[in-house]
């Protein structure tokens, strides 16, 4: 008994420095408003390879921040993580479709995780002498993005998608709960062993 119940309060003692550190991380490291790029952050597309509905949120944020004038271009990063669809194609064919020009779009297909979404992502920037960038997804995952993000040399900010509609809380909890865990697999190891390739 006395075991279980030590696992149970370290479970939760973990569980809650997690949860603390996602509150407390930074969501940009840099005071920019305009920024070279805008990076979307990968998800799913469904199983017929339309736009999942959380696609296009991300996408269609990036358009209108576009639009705004925050970035020249679209960085759209996701390889077939999920399922046969690379997920940057998809996203890059939703936001050309949305009115973004071929020349404003560049596909990173290979990231299979957020940690090589961030890696591929700035091996692109390298190689066009880009050093900044505003990050999108949905609001949960972008404490853990900032932290990854974090370890690059690029100046960043993370922008949250909008949520989908009113009913979105309950998806919100359970998409935090998830990332709570996610947050915790990263700062106990996978900060140190997932890596991309050059």
């Not at 949960?140 to 809380?169: G, K, N, Q, V, Y």
Request: with cysteine; proline share 8%.
């Amino acid at each position: 008994m006395r075991a279980i119940l030590t696992a149970s309060a370290l479970c939760i003692t973990l569980l809650a420095w997690a949860a603390i550190v996602r509150l407390l991380e930074p969501k940009s490291n840099t005071s920019r408003t305009r920024f070279d790029a805008i990076i979307v952050l990968g998800s799913p597309a469904d199983s017929d390879g339309n736009p999942s509905p959380y696609q296009m949120a991300r996408v269609t944020e990036a358009v209108h921040e576009y639009e705004r004038g925050v970035a020249p271009r679209l960085i759209l990063t996701g390889g077939a993580a999920h399922n046969r669809f690379v997920e940057a194609a998809v996203m890059a064919r939703t936001a050309h479709a949305q009115g973004i020009p071929e020349s404003a779009l560049f596909v990173e297909p290979r990231a299979l995780d957020t940690i090589q979404n961030a890696c591929y992502s700035e091996q692109i920037m390298n190689a066009h002498g880009w050093h900044s960038a505003e990050v999108i997804s949905e609001a949960p995952h972008l404490p853990r993005a900032a932290m990854i993000f974090s370890r690059t040399p690029l100046e960043w900010r993370m922008h949250p998608a909008p949520p989908l509609s009113p009913d979105e809380a309950a998806y919100e909890t359970s998409h935090a709960s998830v990332e709570t865990l996610k947050t915790l697999r990263y700062l106990l190891w996978a900060r140190w062993t997932d890596h991309c390739e050059p």
